[in-house]
């Protein structure tokens, strides 16, 4: 569990998560109870869920068009059902052991924030010509796209800002660390400049605050300290180039679409989400199946004939191959209405036994849903391996009553 925390935020080649994997899966199949298995599984509300999903997709071979792209995304996905299984009908871990695991991860994306950043400014002085402290060229890591990674940063300052505010370090050097990790991170969701990571991270932020000081019942902290996030999130995201340029790009494109303006561009995701609905509009209770999801998709972008301009030329959406660039609709026009229904309910459920789960597992759903709705996560390694690890620890571990104790000791729940 800590080395794949560790790694997840780099994801080297030469130091796989995959490794993290098996080792969890191997100390699971050494422990494993059948009895104490089937009792979780049965109690375990949210891997019903996740499982039912890998399920649909799996049948789905029996109508899908593409079984070579199946078989691949099958693989790719194999870790959101196993990782929920090994600790959702494991015993339940300790609040200490989460905390290692998590500061791990928050930690390691803050080391992996000044990474990029120190080969974001060499490639840089190499090449002043381009900007590589902004937006794609900033994530120079191959498995890992802006979106992921500013997602992994939201998520990180919040871990961080928990344990802050929870343990008060005294220590000078602590303070000065966890100071230094949280304006890495939040200087990486700037430099990212991922629209709606900026969002989300305004969001958690005020989540964060309103949770935080409503349970100290500090009503008027609560609203200055809001009235301070919101400040100054938005106040840095209109000053900082990087966001600045997104946001005034946000703009453009917007009354484009309002069609008030004819001197720019919108953005691709309103042609790919009306195709997007004339694909689930094929068979909407069923779906097109994993694999000829994204090839139904991209046979109607052939017939859209707006141009966008990239570099020195202009192009059509028919160039190249899309996915849905939203989670949910991904997953409706694949696996149909029940396999929409699994994936919200996998998200609900913990928000419908409200105060079951820890804040970060909250915290960790929201983050996720939100970049759920202008990325295809699920699609990608970098969005499969974090959704399986946190909700796999903090939903599917955290739902179990069986006692963090030796599991020689194992009773049955009451």
């Known amino acids: 569990m800590i080395y794949f925390a560790a790694v997840l935020p780099f994801q080297f080649r030469a130091l796989s998560p995959t490794i993290g994997i098996i080792g969890i899966l191997l100390g699971w199949l050494i422990s494993f109870r059948p009895k104490q298995a089937l009792l979780c599984f049965k109690k375990n509300v949210p891997l019903w869920f996740v499982s039912g999903l890998y399920l649909l997709g799996a049948l789905s071979y029996f109508y899908t068009e593409d079984k070579d792209t199946w078989g691949r995304l099958m693989v790719l996905k194999m870790p959101?059902?196993?990782?929920?299984?090994?600790?959702?009908?494991?015993?339940?871990?300790?609040?200490?052991?989460?905390?290692?695991?998590?500061l791990t991860f928050a930690f390691s994306t803050a080391l992996s924030c000044l990474v990029l950043f120190s080969i974001g400014l060499y490639r840089q002085a190499l090449d002043p010509s381009q900007n590589y402290l902004y937006h794609q060229n900033f994530v120079a890591y191959h498995l890992i796209a802006v979106h992921y990674f500013t997602m992994y940063c939201s998520f990180a300052f919040i871990i961080l800002l928990?344990?802050?505010?929870?343990?008060?370090p005294k220590a000078f050097g602590k303070k000065v660390i966890f100071f230094l990790s949280l304006s890495a991170l939040a200087a990486a969701i700037y430099v990212g400049a991922a629209r709606m990571q900026i969002v989300t991270f305004l969001l958690i932020s005020i989540i964060f605050i309103t949770w935080y000081f409503g349970n100290k019942k500090s009503w008027k902290k609560l609203l200055i300290y809001q009235m301070i996030a919101l400040g100054g999130i938005v106040g840095l995201a209109l000053i900082i180039p990087g966001s600045q340029k997104r946001i005034i790009e946000t703009y453009r494109e917007w009354m484009v679409y309002e069609g008030k303006s004819d001197d720019y561009q919108t953005n691709h995701r309103v042609f790919i989400w009306r195709d997007a609905m004339k694909v689930i509009e094929q068979n909407p209770l069923q779906g097109v199946g994993l694999g000829s999801a994204d090839n139904e998709l991209n046979e109607y972008l052939k017939l859209e004939t707006a141009k966008f301009w990239r570099g020195n030329r202009?192009?059509?959406?028919?160039?190249?191959?899309?996915n849905y660039h939203n989670t949910y609709l991904q997953h409706w026009a694949a696996l149909g209405i029940l396999g929409l229904t699994f994936l919200v309910m996998a998200f609900l459920w913990p928000f419908i036994k409200m105060g079951k789960y820890s804040f970060l597992g909250y915290a960790m759903l929201f983050i996720l849903g939100t970049s759920f709705i202008t990325e295809s996560m699920l699609e990608r390694q970098a969005g499969t391996l974090f959704f399986a690890y946190f909700f796999a620890m903090l939903i599917a571990n955290a739902n179990n009553s069986f006692r963090p104790s030796a599991l020689s000791d194992y009773k049955k729940p009451a």
């Open 80 to 102: 959101t059902l196993l990782l929920p299984l090994a600790l959702g009908t494991s015993a339940k871990f300790g609040q200490k052991h989460y905390k290692h695991w998590l």
């Open 162 to 168: 928990y344990y802050y505010l929870k343990a008060r």
């Open 314 to 322: 202009p192009y059509t959406l028919g160039e190249t191959n899309y």
